[in-house]
Nanobody, 115 residues
Framework: QVQLVESGGGLVQAGGSLRLSCAASGIIFSIANMGWYRQAPGKQRELVAS???????NYADSVKDRFTIRRDNAKNTVYLQMNSLKSDDTAVYYC?????????WGQGTQVTVSS
């Protein structure tokens, strides 16, 4: 079965950095397009960044030039490097893959940025 496991969240001061990881299993990772989403309290879940199987990337305007998504196919893992964090980045961050037409989500990892 498809499983996505996120890690790396935590509490960080504004201006700091965190790196999130999402380990995938149950899929052929090298051909999967992956995405990071986030959901802040009282807000809808939104796309943060995505990376295709040929490593084309896309970012939300709010995180461009601060966040970087990359993948390691040998480790079946996608990463989100987050720099210059702001209080507005506080949210639960989720990894997502669409596999054979179905969307699969991880359990999420909390990121809290203190100002």
């Amino acid at each position: 079965q498809v499983q996505l496991v996120e890690s790396g969240g935590g509490l960080v001061q504004a201006g700091g950095s965190l790196r999130l990881s999402c380990a995938a299993s149950g899929i052929i990772f090298s051909i999967a397009n992956m995405g990071w989403y986030r959901q802040a309290p009282g807000k809808q879940r939104e796309l943060v960044a995505s990376i295709t199987n040929d490593e084309r990337t896309n970012y939300a305007d709010s995180v461009k030039d601060r966040f970087t998504i990359r993948r390691d196919n040998a480790k079946n893992t996608v990463y989100l490097q987050m720099n210059s964090l702001k209080s507005d980045d506080t949210a639960v961050y989720y990894c997502k893959v669409i596999w054979f037409g179905s969307a699969f989500w991880g359990q999420g990892t909390q990121v809290t940025v203190s100002s």
